[in-house]
């Protein structure tokens, strides 16, 4: 009966659904405390790290934390201090510490999950190999280290570790992968690293292209972190062949007139600007404008100013064809006193 309702209060948590979860969890410890057999006493630990992770989705970090110490104190007392029955309970306090902001105490539990999981991975007879488990740890790591100041370094290397047992596990076109070459994707823009950069991008909006869909949000998003490091690169026609693809996943997801797609289309515009492409910055705001107009009428300040800057815009190409044209004739003209 123990086990069923520790079932049931799993199912809901995994739901972030707290409330019910607890109530559950808490028949599971009140009748497995009152078994003596040795069944209930290994079963004990898993149910009081679940009364922990209840309390820490709501928020009620004190009971969190007695809890948890709970699991971690019997826990140790039935398997010893490194048996891997104690790595999740290990977890449990770095999430509880992330959120409570205390990222001291947060490392210090996922160093010491790391080096439980770590042995049990690599120790003679052991599981085969580094696992999702561990790759967890190693992500977890990267994110309190990227919170820290002046660790972006370690961050990007715990981070690197995940995607490549992410990688070596599940394959390159999974979830994991799509979140992990992201992070890391995007410590390497910041640290410098570009080409690098752009390769993880890659990989992660391929990962969650095949697991969302080419016009799911999160692909999308990616796509659109990826142009503007394209245009950093000054790799242009890379960058509009992309936010073409960005702005057409967009009409689908929000609608061919949608105020939603402004921000691609701009920054498509001034791609098409710092590549020399006026005629298509022209056109692209001229887009724009006819969704300004749909969304708030010709006659809103923000339609009549965009109105003016295409009609500036179309002045200048004008006079910069014209001095062209005039500069080609006089040169044309010099040609031919010559002969």
């Given at each position: 009966?123990?086990?069923?309702?520790?079932?049931?209060?799993?199912?809901?948590?995994?739901?972030?659904?707290a409330?019910?979860?607890i109530?559950?969890?808490?028949k599971?410890?009140k009748?497995?405390a009152?078994?003596?057999?040795?069944?209930?006493?290994?079963?004990?630990?898993t149910v009081l790290?679940?009364l922990?992770?209840?309390?820490?989705?709501?928020?009620?970090?004190?009971?969190?934390?007695?809890w948890?110490k709970?699991?971690?104190?019997?826990?140790?007392?039935?398997?010893?201090?490194?048996?891997?029955?104690?790595?999740?309970?290990?977890?449990?306090?770095?999430?509880?510490?992330?959120?409570?902001?205390?990222?001291e105490?947060?490392?210090?539990?996922?160093?010491?999950?790391?080096e439980?999981?770590?042995?049990?991975c690599?120790?003679d007879?052991?599981?085969?190999?580094?696992n999702?488990?561990l790759?967890e740890?190693?992500?977890?790591?990267?994110?309190?280290?990227s919170?820290q100041?002046d660790?972006?370094?370690?961050?990007?290397?715990?981070?690197?570790?995940?995607?490549?047992?992410?990688?070596?596990r599940?394959?390159a076109?999974?979830?994991q992968?799509?979140?992990?070459?992201?992070?890391?994707?995007?410590?390497?823009?910041?640290?410098?690293?570009?080409?690098?950069?752009?390769?993880?991008?890659?990989?992660a909006?391929?990962?969650?292209?095949?697991?969302?869909?080419?016009?799911?949000?999160?692909?999308v998003d990616v796509?659109?972190?990826?142009?503007?490091?394209?245009?950093?690169l000054?790799?242009?026609?890379?960058?509009?062949?992309?936010?073409?693809?960005?702005?057409?996943?967009?009409?689908?997801?929000?609608?061919?007139?949608?105020?939603n797609l402004?921000e691609?289309?701009?920054?498509?515009?001034?791609?098409?600007?710092?590549?020399?492409k006026?005629?298509?910055?022209?056109?692209?705001?001229e887009a724009?404008?006819?969704?300004?107009?749909?969304?708030?009428?010709?006659?809103d300040?923000?339609s009549?100013d965009?109105?003016?800057q295409?009609?500036?815009m179309?002045?200048?190409?004008?006079?910069?064809?014209a001095?062209?044209?005039e500069?080609?004739?006089?040169?044309?003209s010099?040609?031919?006193?010559?002969?």
């Open positions: 009966m123990a086990h069923a309702y520790w079932s049931l209060s799993d199912t809901y948590l995994r739901k972030q659904l409330q019910q979860a109530h559950h969890a808490q599971a410890h009748i497995a009152m078994l003596k057999d040795e069944a209930a006493l290994k079963f004990q630990p790290l679940t922990g992770m209840c309390y820490t989705v709501m928020k009620k970090y004190g009971d969190a934390e007695k948890l709970k699991a971690l104190d019997l826990t140790e007392q039935l398997y010893g201090e490194d048996h891997p029955a104690c790595v999740l309970v290990h977890m449990g306090f770095a999430n509880l510490y992330q959120l409570q902001h205390n990222l105490e947060a490392e210090a539990h996922l160093v010491r999950a790391w439980i999981k770590e042995d049990e690599h120790q007879g052991g599981i085969d190999g580094e999702e488990e790759a740890i190693y992500s977890e790591l990267g994110k309190v280290h919170k100041d660790q972006d370094d370690q961050a990007l290397e715990c981070y690197k570790h995940a995607l490549a047992i992410y990688q070596a599940l394959g076109e999974t979830p992968v799509g979140r992990i070459a992201q992070k890391v994707a995007t410590l390497q823009s910041k640290l410098g690293y570009f080409d690098d950069s752009v390769a993880n991008f890659e990989l909006a391929g990962a969650l292209e095949v697991h969302n869909g080419a016009c799911h949000k999160k692909t796509w659109r972190k990826l142009c503007l490091l394209l245009v950093k000054k790799r242009f026609e890379d960058a509009q062949s992309l936010l073409l693809r960005v702005i057409n996943s967009e009409k689908v997801l929000f609608g061919a007139m949608s105020i402004v691609s289309y701009k920054l498509l515009a001034m791609v098409y600007k710092v590549d020399g006026m005629q298509d910055m022209i056109r692209i705001h724009v404008l006819t969704i300004y107009h749909k969304k708030w009428g010709p006659k300040s923000r009549r965009l109105a003016k295409v009609a500036d179309k002045v200048q190409l004008r006079m910069k064809i001095a062209e044209v500069h080609d004739g006089i040169e044309d010099e040609c031919s006193s010559m002969k």
